[in-house]
């Protein structure tokens, strides 16, 4: 009994349904989009309607019809038709002058026309190309494997995960999660110690992947504390992850501009977020933080001098249910915050996770003070110098061992029947991660102390002085 309800579970949770986050992927290009009936998506532009996909199953491939409607693929056809096996030695005497293609333009738009699919256009332009037969094996799988990639309108529909994300984030817009790669962001995981019910503090600035891949790793239990620069966190990659409620309810939030209040316990829930940035090294902080809530700030008190003038008086009249409609929005932000404040007020998070654009030292000394003792830490940087000096700093402050700073490499390889080698076009660097564990650092409140010498060592010389 008992096995056949989590069969069903299980097979409920990998089908396709109304509502659901999947990611599109055409070859090596990936698209999230939300699953919705009626609802027209564009993508490699190409439109189509996602409502037949609903009840399929996760990684089905699907066949765009005439007037955007998906068709199930269900068998695949073979690469090189049976005629045409027979191929050439080399291909010295191929000569690319664009003559060697009979079908025009015009006739494979007649071919479009006429209802025929991408696999049969491809193999009619295998037949009317007098120099496919001449062309090397391999010659003709990549030319087959272009024009497919070209005619035939294939879409797979995957389930989003962190590996999957990263990749389409990397691919198509690398500069808004900070040229993180997918096995960078692994590595982070690793040394971080990610796991379920663990408490977790993230800063990133990484358009929500990273805070994504945390919550994913960590399953649901535990709690995830996101520290955010400006007006409010963003989170368009965490919510392409499409996490259920009870993934979100695990998630905490709390602004950078209020960690020093909350540190020196002058922290009000009713206090507006002012334009400072916490900790000892605050004054080298990017400014970019203290912009956007000195912004927010400028534009909260316009809004007040607006609603204490005459015409404000007689505006907030008029709404009053939009008052009432803030005031609920404002007791809830505070309740967040006072939730989020409870976690950091313990100082024992079991992990550290920063990745921002932002320069790491001061955000990474402030937020080490909420960190338990022998817990993990990990910063990334696109860049090595800013982790160098957080690494000096580290040194020179204490309360930080087993430090080390790493540059993450990665090499795709083409394996095909005498044609393995490397990708020629590949990402040439994956960042660097500083990662470390905390003590307890009460022995070196003192300051740094001279290292005393080995005992076997000390009698040796003492012995030798003698």
């Known amino acids: 009994m008992y096995s056949l309800v989590l069969i069903c579970y299980c097979h409920c949770r990998f089908i396709i349904k109304d509502g659901d986050f999947v990611v599109l992927q055409r070859g090596d290009v990936y698209k999230a989009v939300q699953i919705q009936k009626k609802r027209k998506v564009i993508f490699e532009k190409q439109w189509f309607f996602l409502d037949n996909a609903v009840g399929e199953l996760y990684g089905s491939t699907f066949e765009v019809a005439s007037g955007g409607s998906l068709q199930p693929r269900k068998s695949k056809h073979p690469e090189i038709p049976a005629e045409v096996k027979e191929s050439g030695m080399d291909n010295r005497n191929i000569v690319d002058d664009g003559r060697s293609q009979k079908l025009t333009r015009d006739d494979i738009e007649t071919l479009k026309e006429q209802g025929l699919k991408g696999q049969e256009i491809v193999q009619q332009l295998v037949e009317n190309s007098t120099t496919f037969r001449d062309k090397t094996e391999f010659a003709q799988e990549k030319y087959i494997k272009k024009k497919k990639k070209k005619y035939e309108n294939i879409i797979t529909i995957l389930k989003p995960s962190t590996r999957i994300l990263a990749l389409m984030y990397h691919g198509r817009e690398p500069g808004k999660i900070c040229h993180l790669r997918y096995d960078t962001l692994a590595q982070m995981l690793t040394l971080g110690n990610i796991h379920a019910g663990s408490k977790v503090i993230v800063f990133e600035t990484c358009a929500g992947l990273v805070l994504g891949a945390v919550m994913e790793r960590m399953g649901g239990y535990g709690s995830v504390i996101q520290m955010y620069p400006g007006g409010g966190p963003t989170r ?8 259920p409620e009870h993934f979100h309810r695990t998630l905490h939030e709390f602004p950078l501009c209020k960690v020093k ?9 009713d206090e507006e977020g002012k334009d400072s940035v916490d900790g000892p090294a ?8 203290g912009q956007l809530a000195s912004s927010a700030n400028e534009q909260r008190k316009e809004r007040d001098a607006e609603d204490s003038s005459p015409e404000g008086m007689e505006s907030s009249s008029v709404e009053p249910e939009d008052r009432d409609k803030e005031e609920r929005e404002r007791r809830k932000e505070n309740k967040k915050l006072s939730a989020a404040a409870a976690l950091l007020q313990g100082r024992n998070a079991d992990g550290l996770v920063v990745a921002s654009r932002f320069h790491p030292c001061p955000v990474l000394l402030t937020l080490l003070r909420f960190v338990a003792p022998s817990r993990p830490f990990v910063v990334y940087c696109q860049y090595r110098e800013p982790l160098i000096e957080c690494y000096s700093k580290l040194r020179e402050q204490g309360g ?3 430090l080390r700073l790493s540059e993450t490499w990665l ?8 044609r393995t080698h490397p990708v020629l076009l590949m990402s040439g660097g994956g960042g660097y991660i500083l990662s470390g564990t905390t003590i307890d650092d009460s022995a070196s409140a003192s300051g740094p102390q001279k290292a005393e010498e080995p005992a076997p060592k000390r009698i040796k010389l003492q012995e030798t002085v003698a």
């Open 236 to 243: 368009a990659a965490t919510d392409s992850f499409g996490f």
């Open 400 to 402: 930080v061992i087993n």
């Open 411 to 418: 090499r795709h390889y083409q394996v095909l029947p005498n």
């Open 261 to 269: 209040a909350l540190l020196a316990g002058t922290l009000s829930p």
């Open 282 to 289: 605050a004054e080298h902080l990017d400014t970019t933080a």
